[in-house]
């Protein structure tokens, strides 16, 4: 079946720094790619979508210029946390759409900002 | 607008017990429901998924879920629990542009 692989699985950063995380389609093709992050406790929220080639979409209250997301090729979706700070520290999941009702989940990624 | 409630933020049941973690929706058309399980730290997994066809759906690991219109329910079951399924259950929306739409969560606690 379609497989999503997300590295890191967990990484450790400088309050001030950036840090990117990575989803590769293994064996399909990501038209479309959504990220999620997740509070201790909570349920996911959706902070963006990216289409492939395009501009990606932001829910409202999603800093863009504080998490940038690339789309590029139809395998790969980046989501770069910019000048990260402590609020940031969360568990970051990225999915890609497979077809008209099939979604596939990454392992995620726990981002610790110190 | 498309939601789901789930109305249990914690269930506890005992090792061979039967499971059921509720979920209501709210959607203006034929909703596509789905139950996903989130073990800690690790990404989700589809248990079942209901997309207008049979309103009985299984799905792995023992686990079915019944789509009930007149109720606006998409309850998940499993006659006997396991020590394995302790985690955390999500029950799922399509709402537009194809986001899903994710309830609260329901924590399932296993004890022997």
């Known amino acids: 079946g379609a497989v999503v692989s997300q590295h890191p699985s967990r990484v450790i950063c400088k309050s001030g720094t950036s840090v990117k995380i990575e989803c590769r389609s293994l064996d399909f093709q990501a038209t479309t790619m959504f990220w999620y992050r997740q509070f201790p406790k909570q349920s996911l929220m959706l902070m963006a979508t990216?289409?492939?080639?395009?501009?990606?979409?932001?829910e409202q209250g999603v800093e863009k210029d504080k998490f940038l997301i690339n789309h590029a090729s139809l395998t790969l979706s980046t989501l770069t946390v910019t000048s990260a700070h402590p609020e940031d520290s969360s568990f970051y999941i990225c999915?890609?759409?497979?077809?008209?009702?099939?979604?596939?989940f990454g392992s995620g990624t726990r981002l610790t900002v110190v | 607008a498309q939601s789901v409630t789930q109305l249990d933020s914690h269930v506890s049941v005992s090792e061979g017990t039967p499971v059921l973690l509720r979920c209501n929706y709210s959607?203006?058309?034929?909703?596509?429901l789905f139950w996903y399980v989130q073990h800690p730290n690790k990404g989700l997994q589809l248990l079942l998924k209901?997309?207008?066809?049979?309103?009985l759906v299984k799905g792995i690991n023992g686990f079915e879920a019944e789509f009930k219109k007149s109720e606006t329910s998409f309850h998940l079951t499993k006659p006997s629990a396991h020590m394995s399924d302790a985690a955390e259950y999500f029950c799922?929306?399509?709402?537009?542009?194809?986001?899903?739409?994710f309830g609260a969560g329901t924590r399932l606690a296993v004890h022997p």
């Open positions: 999915s890609a759409k497979t077809g008209i009702y099939g979604y596939t």
């Open positions: 799922v929306v399509i709402g537009g542009y194809n986001k899903l739409i």
């Open positions: 959607s203006s058309y034929s909703p596509s």
């Open positions: 990216s289409n492939e080639g395009s501009k990606a979409t932001y």
């Open positions: 209901y997309t207008s066809a049979a309103t």
